[in-house]
């Protein structure tokens, strides 16, 4: 929704705040294609017991809960730049 806006009246939004939701929808379909992958890999692997299929799913587990986290601290930032900004 914050697209459509944009589109019709990016005038009257600041540089950062556009900065930062584009930021945030970015590492969000990022974060989608990273649960998409790992979820393929959860569906493919699940039965193997091999120790090098269980590293390659902390792995990506891993990678996932980063992205998670850097996605959450987007958020934070924002609310603290709009929060600041009142």
Same mark, same amino acid.
């Given at each position: 929704?914050?697209?459509?806006?944009? *589109?019709?009246?990016?005038?009257?939004? *600041?540089?950062?705040?556009?900065? =930062?939701?584009?930021?945030?929808?970015?590492?969000? =379909?990022?974060? /989608?294609?990273?649960?998409? /992958?790992?979820?393929?890999?959860?569906?493919?692997?699940?039965?193997?017991?091999?120790?090098?299929?269980?590293?390659?799913?902390?792995?990506?587990?891993? *990678?996932?809960?980063?992205?998670? =986290?850097?996605?959450?601290?987007?958020? =934070?930032?924002?609310?603290?730049?709009? *929060?600041?900004?009142?």
């Amino acid at each position: 929704s914050w697209k459509s806006f944009l *589109n019709s009246k990016m005038e009257l939004v *600041n540089f950062e705040t556009i900065s =930062q939701l584009t930021d945030i929808d970015e590492s969000k =379909q990022l974060m /989608g294609k990273k649960l998409d /992958g790992f979820m393929d890999f959860i569906i493919k692997e699940s039965v193997s017991t091999t120790t090098d299929s269980k590293k390659l799913m902390v792995i990506q587990l891993l *990678n996932l809960i980063d992205s998670e =986290q850097q996605l959450l601290h987007l958020y =934070q930032t924002y609310l603290d730049t709009e *929060n600041k900004s009142r």
